[in-house]
């Protein structure tokens, strides 16, 4: 069964870089989405990326700033995120579920029932 771990979260200052990872126990065709969660507030899709790699889809709020890749060789998905700001501040997980990049970073809440999800890793932007 496939699973999912993720790594790369720590406390970074406003402005500065981090590069998340989260690598799959084994191959997997289905398209794979960061989504995050900060204290209070729902889940939501950050950046989602397809089987194949070649489309991918951002939250408005970090186009521009977040960078998602695929690594099908390694089975690894990254998200490199630059110009961190403190609401950015999330527990970050990474989520594998057999739909589009469209849907899949749109309906967080059929992940939750029908994707596999990694156990999250925490990110913190503060000065």
């Known amino acids: 069964q496939l699973q999912l771990v993720e790594s790369g979260g720590g406390l970074v200052q406003p402005g500065g870089s981090l590069r998340l990872s989260c690598a799959a126990s084994g191959f997997t065709l289905e398209a794979i989405g960061w989504f995050r969660q900060a204290p209070g507030k729902e889940r939501e899709g950050v950046s989602c990326v397809s089987s194949s790699g070649g489309s991918t889809k951002y939250a408005d709020s970090v186009k521009g700033r977040f960078t998602i890749s695929r690594d099908n060789a390694s089975n690894t998905v990254y998200l490199q995120m630059n110009s961190l700001k403190p609401e950015d501040t999330a527990v970050y997980y990474c989520?594998?579920?057999?739909?589009?990049?469209?849907?899949?970073?749109?309906?967080?809440?059929?992940?939750?029932?029908?994707?596999?999800w990694g156990q999250g890793t925490q990110v913190t932007v503060s000065s």
């Open positions: 989520a594998a579920a057999p739909t589009t990049v469209q849907a899949m970073c749109s309906m967080t809440e059929w992940v939750r029932k029908f994707g596999k």
